[in-house]
């Protein structure tokens, strides 16, 4: 069945011009769907953090004192390097189902004591023993319900 167009069959009424300004549409059309899928998936990677591969998150580097400030906005990764008995104060800006790591370090002294504020609460009601020795290196995660850190995972390195 041969389509009419002004009288006309469709093959000849096209000079050919009509297929190279279609062929030139489609082909930018194409680039725009690709470009913006390109974008899409880059935004989706970088804005909403969707994981591609193995992941990292830098540590932030918490300062040693009398009671040490966590702010959960800063990461999920916490570094401390003891020069004094600490106690970890109540995180800021928690928010539920977050996990936070904590690794804890004594300095070259040694001997520090480490205590911590009301939201931390670990199995069995008491934290764990820690190894206090010269440049020993503790470890543990802590899972935020909403209403409390669930706290486990302590692991000392002499």
Do not use: H
């Not at 096209?14 to 913006?36: F, I, M, P, R």
């Not at 400030?69 to 928010?95: Q, R, V």
């Not at 002294?109 to 020795?133: I, S, Y």
Request: aromatic share 10%.
């Amino acid at each position: 069945m041969a389509v009419k167009f002004s009288g006309l069959t469709a093959a000849s009424a096209l000079d050919g011009t009509e297929v190279v300004a279609v062929s030139q549409v489609v082909s930018t059309v194409l680039t725009s769907v690709k470009t913006t899928l390109s974008a899409v998936f880059t935004y989706l990677r970088t804005t909403l953090g969707v994981w591609s591969a193995t992941q990292s998150v830098t540590p932030f580097a918490l300062t040693s004192g009398t009671t040490v400030s966590i702010d959960a906005s800063k990461s999920n990764n916490f570094k401390l390097t003891m020069t004094g008995a600490c106690k970890l104060a109540n995180p800021t800006n928690l928010t539920e189902g977050m996990v936070l790591n904590f690794a804890i370090d004594q300095d070259a002294t040694g001997g520090r004591a480490l205590t911590f504020d009301t939201l931390f609460k670990w199995p069995g009601g008491t934290a764990p023993a820690w190894v206090t020795t010269v440049s020993a290196k503790n470890f543990f995660s802590a899972y935020y319900d909403g209403t409390v850190l669930r706290c486990n995972g302590a692991v000392g390195y002499a």
